[in-house]
């Protein structure tokens, strides 16, 4: 089945320690995108890529950094430079950056920063 | 600034009883439209979206929206609620076909739906 994989469901880690989120997806999509999600703020989107070894930084990319070296997959590193990284994480890809293309979204990483 | 804005945070419903949730946007030009639903823990699903033509746009689970570029508006509706619609409902925008920000969804904060049997 094609899709977004999401790993891992929940994640814990201490203050201070840089942790990855892993984004695989088998869709053949160009594009692919992270959003950070907490309670009543929807989604905001921290990074994004459009083709493979080039990406943008989104809203709130303090703290965060992202490497597209497969077309596949986008992880993300939540660094301790981020302030406040608990949260829901969501990764999501299109076939391409344009307006009108869907943009699919995977399960989402729960991150919980003890 | 850009922006979508959902009025509502949370609504509850009967079962059966129709619903409609709102959602403006502020954008210079007429944006590409979105909604999505989230179940608790899970990712998004698209429900419809609309980027020009017939203001009145189908979705999946029965949901439909009209857009109304007079009110600047989006809503979500559909005639019949079912328990399995409990969810949190998000609109989203972007800026359309150019420019540097295409493909850039800007969400709403979400509507918490309920649904009482």
């Known amino acids: 089945d094609g899709g977004i994989t999401q790993s891992p469901k929940y994640l814990f880690r201490k203050e201070g320690q840089n942790v990855t989120l892993s984004c695989e997806q088998n869709l053949n999509h160009d594009a692919m995108y992270w959003y950070r999600q907490d309670p009543g703020q929807g989604l905001r989107l921290i990074y994004y890529s459009q083709i493979v070894n080039d990406f943008q930084k989104g809203d709130i990319a303090e703290g965060y950094s992202v490497s597209r070296e497969k077309k596949e997959s986008f992880p993300l590193t939540v660094t301790s430079a981020q302030k406040n990284p608990t949260a829901f994480y969501l990764c999501?890809?299109?076939?391409?950056?344009?307006?009108?293309?869907?943009?699919?979204f995977g399960p989402g990483t729960r991150l919980t920063v003890l | 600034a850009q922006s979508v804005t959902q009025p509502d945070i949370h609504i509850t419903v009967s079962e059966g009883a129709s619903l409609e949730l709102r959602c403006n946007y502020s954008?210079?030009?007429?944006?590409?439209l979105f909604w999505y639903v989230q179940s608790p823990g899970q990712g998004l699903q698209l429900l419809l979206k609309?980027?020009?033509?017939?203001?009145l746009v189908q979705g999946i689970k029965g949901f439909e929206a009209e857009f109304k570029r007079s009110q600047s508006s989006f809503n979500l509706r559909k005639p019949s609620v079912h328990w399995s619609d409990a969810a949190e409902y998000f609109c989203?925008?972007?800026?359309?076909?150019?420019?540097?920000?295409?493909?850039?969804?800007?969400f709403g904060q979400g509507t918490i739906l309920t649904v009482h049997p």
């Open positions: 609309y980027f020009s033509g017939d203001t």
């Open positions: 999501a890809s299109s076939p391409v950056v344009t307006g009108t293309d869907t943009q699919y």
């Open positions: 989203a925008a972007n800026p359309g076909a150019g420019g540097t920000s295409y493909g850039k969804l800007t």
């Open positions: 954008y210079g030009a007429t944006p590409y």
